[in-house]
């Protein structure tokens, strides 16, 4: 196991973080990267003692998707509000923490700020140290939290914004095997959520749609590549539509239900043997879903199944897939990608 050293901000004290530490770790942390604002409280990495989200889902609807500007303008009216019911709900008061935590990247600029400033603020007034944290490896983290699982395993981060094959080596060395090179899965499932008339967020409202559908009523394309493990979604967004006005053409009624659980089986689909091609390949049997995706219900079912062919499958709770703070502190006890300094700045890219 291991441990890091960090710094408090205003005294420079060190704090032992990690599963090596002589004391227990309480993380407070923050996450506002996109939609959601998100603060939590986690002991040792894996005990979710507050969890408090803030979604701004309403707000964006009526625009069909997140605008920016507006998104930073809710964090800001809701940050403190999300903070003080989070150490309210968890009986603790800010001195009591180990560090305070934000997430930094990627994500929507002017929104990534607010989470990290009011962090920053934290960690001056109550002496604590700051730790940044990488949204992406946070997903993967969800799955430590209220669990068992240790490295090694392979995970599928399936994202609004990414699609990746990762190989977790250790808590702190990570791999990635394969991602996609077009689309996202989440995107994928909120453009065509948005062709079929599906309300924001399109991901959950087409999952649900497609449970009422017939899977194999349309055979839709699955991308050839000649990376085995890269993903491409977008000549699949693309079939849909082009479906969609063939079906319009001829004068029927869209068959919704059926096109979204036509999609949904075709994504799947190449999700599952693609991630199982890499498992076999990198000779574990453990393997763990993150990412708003992983919320998905035939995607957990597809690969829940592997169960019973002896696999250990692990995917966070429903509240943890989609973006929150508990995965931000689980990742700062856990990851060496964390900076460790009131100097970082938020990033928009990897
Ligand atoms: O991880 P996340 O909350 O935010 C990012 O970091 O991107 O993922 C959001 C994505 C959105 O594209 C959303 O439509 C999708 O996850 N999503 C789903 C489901 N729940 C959320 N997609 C398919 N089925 C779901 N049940
Ligand atoms: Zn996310």
């Known amino acids: 196991m291991f441990k890091k050293e960090f710094r408090t901000a205003l005294t420079n004290k060190t ?7 002589k004391e227990d770790n309480i993380i407070f942390a923050l996450e506002s990267s996109c939609d959601e604002t998100a603060a939590a409280i986690v002991k040792n990495g894996r005990e979710v003692i507050s969890n408090v989200v803030a979604t701004q889902i309403k707000t964006h609807r009526e625009f069909g998707g997140v605008v920016p500007e507006v998104a930073a303008r809710e964090h800001l009216e809701s940050v403190n509000l999300v903070i003080a019911e989070c150490f309210e709900q968890a009986k603790i008061a800010p001195s009591e923490v180990s560090a305070i935590a934000a997430t930094i990247g990627p994500g929507l600029v002017g929104s990534l700020l607010v989470g990290m400033n009011a962090a920053k603020a934290l960690a001056v007034t109550y ?3 700051f730790i940044g944290v990488n949204h992406l490896n946070a997903h993967v983290c969800a799955n430590y939290l209220n669990t068992d699982l240790e ?25 990635i095997v394969g991602e996609t090179i077009d689309d996202a899965t989440g995107e994928a499932y909120d453009k065509v959520a948005r062709l079929i008339g599906l309300p924001y967020p399109g991901g959950v409202n087409l999952d649900k749609l497609a449970q009422n559908g017939d899977k194999n009523a349309f055979k839709l394309p699955e991308a050839k590549l000649e990376s085995e493990f ?12 082009q479906l969609i006005k063939k079906l319009e053409k001829e004068g029927n009624e869209l068959p919704k239900e059926d096109i979204a659980a036509s999609f949904q089986e075709t994504i799947t689909s190449t999700l599952f043997k693609k991630t199982l091609k890499a498992a076999e390949r990198l000779n574990t049997k453990t393997l763990a879903l993150a990412g708003g995706v992983a919320a998905n219900s035939e995607i957990r079912r597809k690969f829940f199944e592997l169960r019973e062919k002896g696999y250990k499958i692990y995917a966070p709770e429903m509240k943890y ?5 508990s995965m931000i502190a689980s990742s700062a006890y856990f990851l060496a990608e964390t900076q460790n300094s009131l100097d970082v700045e938020v990033f928009s890219r990897m």
């Not at 704090?15 to 530490?21: M, S």
């Not at 490295?151 to 990570?174: C, D, M, N, R, W």
């Not at 890269?230 to 539509?241: E, Q, R, Y």
């Not at 897939?321 to 703070?325: F, R």
């Open 321 to 325: 897939c989609t973006d929150n703070a």
């Open 230 to 241: 890269n993903f491409s979604f977008s000549g699949l967004k693309t079939a849909v539509l």
């Open 127 to 129: 002496d604590k140290p």
């Open 15 to 21: 704090v032992e973080i990690g599963p090596d530490a």
């Open 151 to 175: 490295p090694p395993f392979v995970a599928l981060l399936i994202s609004g914004g990414h699609t990746q094959i990762i190989e977790v080596k250790s808590y702190l060395e990570q791999r």
